[in-house]
C-alpha cells in the first residue's frame, strides 16, 4: 500500500492505495466520490471523465499515485455554491440531455472541458469533442443540443423536436 | 400554447437534479459494512466438459474469504425461464437446466464456473487466477442451421436435439398460405440476417446480497428493471427464499434497454453467499464480462416470401426463421421469438393469409433474449425490407405500394391473432412525407454527387404491440407470470402524495411523468406527488418495466388507485360540505358543490381523512391510500414512418446518415419532452444495428466482440440531429390515459429505413443490389458496389 495525497474539489484529500488502483477506483471507493462512474474497461466510455490539473482525463487512464499532489475535480464540484445546477447541468436539464444519468457525470465534465476551450463551439466541433463519451439513451441529440445552448447558442432552429 | 404542467406539458425532469449533481444511487454506489467482494471464473472455452475444477492453491491466497464451485449449488434450482412455448406438434419446448455455476460441462465462453469471495476485489481476481479447471474441449455449435442438423454435437447431452422448439404460427393458416402462393401473380423471396446485439446499457450489471441472520431477511441490491419478478423467480425457483424474507432493490439503474429484465446467476449468487459467508457480497461486471454474461439480442437468420396478386396486393406472406436461444433460456427468450414476433408480421398491412415458422435453437454462446423491441424489430425489418424489394421488381414506388395496402379500418383483426385498436397509417406517412422533405431530396442528391458521394432515400412502416397483456391470454400462450401493473397512492394528512408503482424507471422518468397524470386528475402541483420504484419492500407486487409499458399499463394502475383516492375524498368532502356525494366536484385542487360557491380545500379533505373529527366513520374508514391492479384487456399498438437519408462514399463505401425523420403515432402523449428523447435513443440504437452493432463469434465459440474496443456503437459524430414527430395521435380505445407506449419504436423503425437508403444509394450509382445484411459497414458496402 502507498499513501496518496491530492486535492479534490478542492479539498485535500489521501488515502492508502494499491500500485494498482485506479484514480476512478480511488475517488469511489476511497473518497466515497460515487458521482464518477466506471462503464468499460478499456478506457472508451467516458463515464468517469473528470478534471486533473484543468485537463480533462478519464479517470481510469490514469494510477492513484500518479495522482500524487494533482488538482483533481470531479461532478460533485460542478454545481454552484449554493447547490443549484450550473449553466451547464441546467441546460442539460432544460434540453432533457440525459436519460439514466449514468454518463451524464462524464458528460459534463467533458463538456465544460470543451467550453472552456472554445466557447462557441459549432455542432460539429461538439460531436467530434465527444468521441470519447458514449450515451446509450439519448442518441445525442438532446446532448449536443445542450452544450451548444450552455455556450449561449440559439439551439431552438438547430432541429425539430 | 404549450402547458406548463399536468398531461402533455414537457415538463423539466425532477430526476436530473441528483444525476446531474453525481448524487444518482446507483447499485455500485452502494456498499455496505463488512461487504466481500466477488470475482467469476469464466470459462474461456465455448463448449467442454468440466472434469475438474481445483481451488486448493487458491483457498489459502491473500483475503480469500470462501471459493464455490458447481457443486456447491447442486441442491439450489435451475435459473428459470419465464416462458413454455409449445410447437406446432403440439409438443413444449425442450428446457435445458441452467445452473448458477456451471457443472459438468461448460456451455459458453464467459459461463461462470468459479466464484471467489475476498475481502477486496483485487485478491478475489487474483486467487481466480490459482484455480485449476480441467476442460476437454468438445466441438461448438455455433451456426444455428448446423446445429440442427442430425449428428450435429448436442449443447445439451440430455435434450432429444439442439432445437428448443418448432412453432408454426397460425398453423391451421398454413395450407391456405401456401396455395396463396401458388395463385399469386407475383412473389418476393428475401432472405436476410437481424444481426446479434448487445443491449449495453452504460452501467454494466452489479449485484449485492446482504443476509441478516438474526432475522434470517435476505436482501439483494440489483440492477434490475422488475425487482418482483427477479423476487419471485430467484426466491421460488432458485434459492426457494419465501418473498416475505427476502427484499429485492433496484435504486437508480443505468439503462436497461431489456437486458436487465433477466434473472441472472450472478444474482442468485451474492444472495446464496451473503448467507453462505455471513456478510454482504458484491459482484460488479466489468464491461468485458457483460458482453459474455448480459443477454444477447435479435440473432434470427430468415427467409421471408411475399405473394402479390395481379393489382399489387398482398395475398399472402410467409417466414421461416432461425432464432438462436444461445446455450440456456434466458427469462423471456422463448416468446420473443414467437408471440412478440410472429403476432407482429402483418406489419401495417391487410395482408389477409400469414404463415410464420420459427424453428429456436440451442448453440454454444451467450443467451439471447428480449432487446429493446424485442421480436418486432425483427419483424419490422424483415417485411419493411421485403416490401421495399417487392417495389423494385414491381418497379413501383416504395411509399405507393406501402399505401396500397394499409390498414385502413380499425379495430382490424390480423391474419396473426392480434386485434389493432387504432392507426392511422395514412396521416403518419402524410406527416413524414412533409417532416422529411421528400420534395427537396432530388436537389440534396445532386449536391451529394457533385462532392462525389452518392445519396440514397429509404423508408419504412412500423407497427409495435406494447404493455404486453392480458395476463390470462398470455397465460394460454406460455407466460408463467401475469403481466398487469400495479400502484398504491398514499395521500398524507397534508394534501402530498406518494404513488408506489410497480413500474420501475431506468432513465424514462416516471418521477416525473407519473405526478403530471396525477396532478391533472386532482388539480394539485406536481412537486405534491413523490414516486416510489425500484423496491419491494415498499411497492405492490409490480411486473416492471420493459416492452413500454409503464405508462400504458403501469400508468393505467395509477389512474386507477388515484379515481378510488378521488372516489372516497368526495364521500369525506360531501360529509365536510353536507351536501350529497353525487353534487360533489374535484376542480384546481378542491371539492365544490355543483351550482353553489361551497367548497373545500384538497388539503382539509385529507386532514379530515387522517384526523377524523368530523367524519363519517360509520360510513368509511380514515385514511386516505388505495391500490390498484391493472390488467390491460389488449396491447397497445404504436405505429409510425420513419426516412433516412444516407451519403455513401463509392470509393471507400463509407456511409454516413444525413436526415432522419419520425412519425409516430403513440397516442395520447404525457410529457412531449420525454416522448421525443425515447424516440432519439431508439433511432440511435437502430442505426446503430444498421451500420456499425454486430455481436461476432469466431467457430470456436470464442467472442470476437467483447470490449467497445471491438464491438462498435455509435458516437456523436456518426449520428445527425433527429426530426422527430408525434402530432398524429389515435388514443388507444382500452387504457384509461388513451397511451401506447414510446420506449422502442425508435429502435424498432430505424433499420430497415437506413438499410433501404443505402440500397437506394447504391442503385443511383447504378448498382442494383437486392440486399445488404446488418450492419452495412463500409467493406460490406464496398465489397457490394464493386463485387
Not at chain 2, 233 to 239: K, P
Not at chain 2, 444 to 455: F, H, M, T, V
Not at chain 2, 512 to 537: C, K, L, R
Not at chain 2, 600 to 611: I, Q
Request: glycine share 10%; charged share 20%.
Amino acid at each position: 500500500m502507498t499513501q496518496v495525497k491530492m486535492t479534490v474539489n478542492g479539498k485535500a484529500a489521501s488515502g492508502d492505495v494499491e500500485g494498482r488502483t485506479l484514480l476512478a477506483s480511488f475517488l469511489r471507493e476511497n473518497l466515497g466520490l460515487t458521482g464518477t462512474h466506471i462503464g468499460c474497461d478499456t478506457s472508451q466510455c467516458g463515464a468517469c471523465l473528470v478534471h486533473v490539473n484543468g485537463e480533462a482525463i478519464k479517470a481510469c487512464t490514469m494510477l492513484a499515485v500518479e495522482a500524487e499532489g494533482a488538482d483533481v475535480k470531479t461532478i460533485e464540484s460542478m454545481a454552484n455554491a449554493d447547490g443549484s445546477l450550473n449553466v451547464l447541468q441546467q441546460a442539460f436539464q432544460d434540453h432533457h440531455g440525459l436519460q439514466c444519468g449514468f454518463c451524464t457525470p462524464g458528460m459534463i465534465m467533458s463538456a465544460s472541458a470543451l467550453l472552456k476551450d472554445n466557447p462557441k463551439p459549432t455542432e460539429a466541433e461538439v460531436r467530434h469533442y465527444l468521441d470519447g463519451n458514449i450515451c446509450r439513451c439519448t442518441g445525442y441529440h438532446n446532448i449536443v443540443k445542450a452544450i451548444m445552448a450552455a455556450s449561449g447558442q440559439d439551439v431552438s432552429a438547430l432541429a425539430a423536436e | 400554447m404549450p402547458k406548463d404542467g399536468g398531461i402533455g406539458a414537457s415538463s423539466k425532469r425532477r430526476e436530473d437534479i441528483r444525476f446531474l449533481t453525481g448524487e444518482g444511487n446507483y447499485t455500485d454506489d452502494i456498499n455496505l459494512r463488512g461487504q466481500a467482494y466477488v470475482f467469476f471464473l469464466r470459462s474461456d472455452i465455448a463448449h467442454g466438459t468440466l472434469n475438474s475444477v481445483d481451488t486448493s492453491a487458491a483457498e489459502s491466497m491473500p483475503g480469500v474469504v470462501k471459493i464455490f464451485t458447481g457443486a456447491d449449488f447442486t441442491e439450489v434450482g435451475s435459473i428459470p425461464c419465464g416462458w413454455q412455448i409449445t410447437d406446432k406438434h403440439g409438443e413444449v419446448m425442450q428446457e435445458p437446466r441452467h445452473p448458477v455455476l456451471a457443472f459438468g460441462k461448460v456451455r459458453h465462453v464467459g459461463e461462470p464456473i468459479a466464484a471467489v469471495v475476498a475481502e477486496t476485489l483485487g485478491q478475489a481476481r487474483d486467487a481466480a487466477e490459482a484455480i485449476e479447471v480441467d476442460i476437454s474441449e468438445l466441438p461448438a455449435v455455433i451456426d444455428m442451421k448446423q446445429a440442427v442438423k442430425e449428428g450435429a454435437p448436442k449443447v445439451h447431452d440430455d435434450l432429444t436435439s439442439n432445437l428448443c422448439y418448432d412453432w408454426g404460427f397460425v398453423e391451421e393458416n398454413k395450407a391456405a398460405v401456401d396455395k396463396a402462393f401458388e395463385d399469386a401473380h407475383h412473389v418476393t423471396t428475401l432472405e436476410l440476417v437481424n444481426n446479434r446485439l448487445v443491449a449495453n446499457p452504460m452501467e454494466p450489471r452489479v449485484a449485492v446480497g446482504d443476509y441478516a441472520r438474526g432475522t434470517g431477511d435476505h436482501t439483494l441490491y440489483t440492477t434490475s428493471q422488475n425487482p418482483h419478478v427477479i423476487r419471485l423467480l430467484m426466491g421460488a425457483f432458485v434459492l426457494g427464499i419465501p418473498e416475505h424474507k427476502l427484499r429485492v432493490v433496484a435504486p437508480d439503474v443505468g439503462g436497461g434497454f431489456g437486458t436487465k429484465i433477466f434473472h441472472y446467476q450472478e444474482e442468485a449468487f451474492c444472495t446464496f453467499a451473503a448467507k453462505a459467508c455471513n456478510r454482504p457480497v458484491k459482484w460488479t461486471s466489468s464491461r468485458s464480462e457483460a458482453f459474455m454474461s448480459d443477454a444477447h439480442g435479435r440473432d434470427h437468420v430468415t427467409k421471408i416470401q411475399m405473394a402479390l396478386d395481379a393489382d399489387n396486393n398482398f395475398t399472402a406472406l410467409r417466414t421461416d426463421t432461425y432464432a438462436n436461444m444461445g446455450a440456456y433460456l434466458s427469462t423471456f427468450a422463448p416468446s420473443v421469438p414467437t408471440w412478440l414476433h410472429g403476432t407482429l408480421m402483418a406489419g401495417n398491412y391487410k395482408t389477409p393469409l400469414i404463415y410464420v415458422n420459427v424453428k429456436a435453437v440451442f448453440t454454444n454462446t451467450v443467451p439471447v433474449d428480449a432487446y429493446r423491441g424485442a421480436g418486432r424489430p425483427e419483424a419490422t425489418y424483415q417485411l419493411e425490407r421485403l416490401v421495399d424489394k417487392c417495389a423494385h421488381e414491381l418497379g413501383v414506388d416504395p411509399i405507393a405500394l406501402r399505401r396500397q395496402n394499409f390498414i385502413t379500418e380499425f379495430p382490424y383483426a390480423t391474419p396473426v391473432a392480434v386485434e389493432y385498436d387504432t392507426g392511422d397509417y395514412i396521416a403518419t406517412m402524410d406527416k413524414l412525407e412533409e417532416i422529411a422533405d421528400i420534395a427537396g431530396f432530388e436537389a440534396r442528391r445532386k449536391e451529394s454527387e457533385a462532392k462525389g458521394k452518392l445519396r440514397g432515400f429509404g423508408v419504412n412502416c412500423y407497427i409495435e404491440a406494447c404493455g404486453i397483456a392480458p395476463s390470462n391470454l398470455v397465460g394460454q400462450l406460455g407466460a408463467r407470470a401475469g403481466l398487469y401493473e400495479s400502484a398504491t397512492v398514499r395521500v398524507n394528512a397534508t394534501g402530498g402524495l406518494v404513488v408506489m408503482t410497480g413500474s420501475h424507471s431506468h432513465g424514462q422518468g416516471h418521477e416525473t411523468a407519473f405526478p403530471q397524470v396525477i396532478a391533472e386528475m386532482i388539480g394539485i402541483d406536481e412537486s405534491m406527488i413523490e414516486i416510489v420504484h425500484g423496491d419491494t419492500a415498499n411497492t405492490p407486487m409490480g411486473m416492471g418495466t420493459y416492452g413500454s409499458r409503464s405508462l400504458a399499463v403501469g400508468g393505467s394502475a395509477m389512474v386507477r388507485a388515484t379515481e378510488k383516492i378521488i372516489a372516497k375524498a368526495k364521500k369525506i368532502a360531501s360529509h365536510l360540505l353536507e351536501a350529497s356525494e353525487g353534487d360533489i366536484e374535484l376542480k384546481d385542487g378542491a371539492f365544490s358543490v355543483a351550482g353553489t360557491d361551497k367548497s373545500v380545500a384538497w388539503g382539509d379533505v385529507t386532514l379530515a381523512a387522517y384526523v377524523p373529527h368530523n367524519y363519517p366513520l360509520e360510513d368509511i374508514e380514515p385514511g386516505l391510500e388505495e391500490t390498484a391492479f391493472y390488467d390491460p384487456s389488449n396491447f397497445t399498438y404504436p405505429s409510425g414512418a420513419y426516412a433516412c437519408e444516407v451519403e455513401l462514399d463509392p470509393e471507400t463505401g463509407h456511409v454516413t446518415i444525413e436526415r432522419f425523420a419520425a412519425a409516430d403515432d403513440f397516442g395520447n402523449i404525457v410529457n412531449p419532452m420525454i416522448v421525443s428523447g425515447q424516440v432519439h435513443g431508439g433511432i440511435a440504437q437502430g442505426i446503430g444495428q444498421a451500420l456499425m452493432e454486430n455481436c461476432a463469434y469466431d467457430s470456436d465459440g470464442q467472442l470476437l466482440s467483447a470490449s467497445y474496443m471491438d464491438y462498435a456503437m455509435p458516437r456523436a459524430s456518426d449520428l445527425p440531429f433527429y426530426t422527430v414527430d408525434h402530432s398524429c395521435q389515435t388514443p388507444c380505445t382500452h387504457n384509461p390515459l388513451g397511451v401506447k407506449g414510446c420506449g422502442e419504436a425508435g429502435a424498432i423503425g430505424s433499420p430497415p429505413a437506413v438499410v433501404n437508403a443505402v440500397l437506394d444509394a447504391m442503385r443511383s450509382g447504378g448498382k442494383n443490389v437486392d440486399h445488404i445484411d446488418m450492419p452495412v459497414t463500409p467493406q460490406r458496402v464496398w465489397a457490394a458496389m464493386n463485387g
